[in-house]
């Protein structure tokens, strides 16, 4: 049996650790970014996702570009993105998107969007127009597009992924007890499919998994298994962190020695990259993640 780190009392679980501090976003890197984001009109899930690695990745003059608006459909417990109904989405995203990845001259870009379930196509359209409009503005770029839950619609995940990327990632965000409180719309065994016809197409597979929202060693180790299963290529291991008292509480402060035996079980399992500790996020140093 492995014995893990973990630090789980009501007066514990209110201070965050040591190793979960970040500098905060300052230098003229980070304010080009800005500047760029806000001339442009676009989101970032950078901003609406409360990332604590904003200011690491802005002043290397990357970010991480949301479509489709910043209004999501979903209700997840974990998320900081607004919930509710979406306007219209804008059919010139996609030339923004592209003109602000050029002139930002990114080598790696990564690109997602909030669920959009109202739409017949899930914003499928509008995923392939981008990916085209940034392949065609900058053709050097590689791209990640971190794509939502289709509902089962494969039709509309083909159309979101043949545009060109190099790595499609659909994030699992937890283990199979805890997907009705952490993605009561979403389905565990439907996001292993997604990611195994997302395989089957022939494109890097990739996806994400939280920490510390009251899961086991063993039902993580399970999602390991079942990811091997379903042909995920790449996975990424972090810490929860609440957004708000509104938001799902964090259970556990995972110690990083914890966060180094998934690495080493996830890779022993046939998992072909595993980027895991307490500040990784989806697209923390995606550019890593290309050629795997």
């Known amino acids: 049996m492995i014995e893990l780190p973990v630090i789980a009392s009501t007066e514990q679980r209110k201070k965050r650790p040591d190793w ?5 976003p300052i230098g003229p890197a980070y304010a080009n970014v800005r500047k760029l984001v806000d001339t442009h009109k676009l989101h970032t899930i950078c901003e609406s996702g409360n990332c604590p690695n904003m200011g690491e990745c802005w002043g290397a003059g990357t970010a991480t570009f949301m479509i489709l608006g910043n209004v999501c459909t979903r209700s997840c417990t974990f998320c900081a993105v607004a919930t509710g109904r979406p306007n219209e989405y804008d059919t010139d995203e996609p030339r923004r998107v592209a003109e602000a990845i050029t002139l930002m001259k990114v080598k790696h870009a990564v690109i997602t969007s909030v669920n959009r ?80 016809r997302t395989k089957e197409y022939g494109q890097r597979t990739k996806t994400g998994i939280m920490l510390g929202l009251g899961e086991t060693t063993d039902e993580v180790l399970k999602a390991m298994d079942d990811l091997v299963e379903h042909g995920c290529d790449i996975l990424t291991l972090g810490q929860y962190l609440q957004p708000t008292k509104m938001h799902h509480e ?35 140093h995606a550019e890593k993640h290309v050629n795997v």
Do not use: C
């Not at 259970?251 to 966060?259: G, L, N, R, Y």
């Not at 980027?275 to 996020?281: A, C, D, I, K, T």
């Open 117 to 196: 379930d109202e739409l017949k196509d899930r914003g499928a359209e509008i995923w392939y127009q981008t990916v085209r409009a940034v392949k065609e503005a900058s053709p050097t770029t590689t791209i990640e597009t971190l794509i939502p839950d289709t509902k089962g619609n494969w039709d509309a995940l083909i159309r979101m992924i043949e545009g060109g990327q190099e790595v499609v990632s659909h994030n699992m965000e937890t283990v199979e007890r805890l997907y009705r409180r952490v993605r009561p719309q979403a389905r565990y065994e439907r996001s292993l499919e997604q990611i195994r």
């Open 250 to 284: 964090v259970i556990e402060w995972i110690h990083p020695d914890t966060f180094a035996m998934y690495k080493e079980q996830g890779e022993l399992r046939g998992i072909k990259y595993v980027e895991s500790g307490p500040l990784v996020r989806s697209s923390y």
């Open 20 to 24: 979960l501090r970040v500098k905060l």
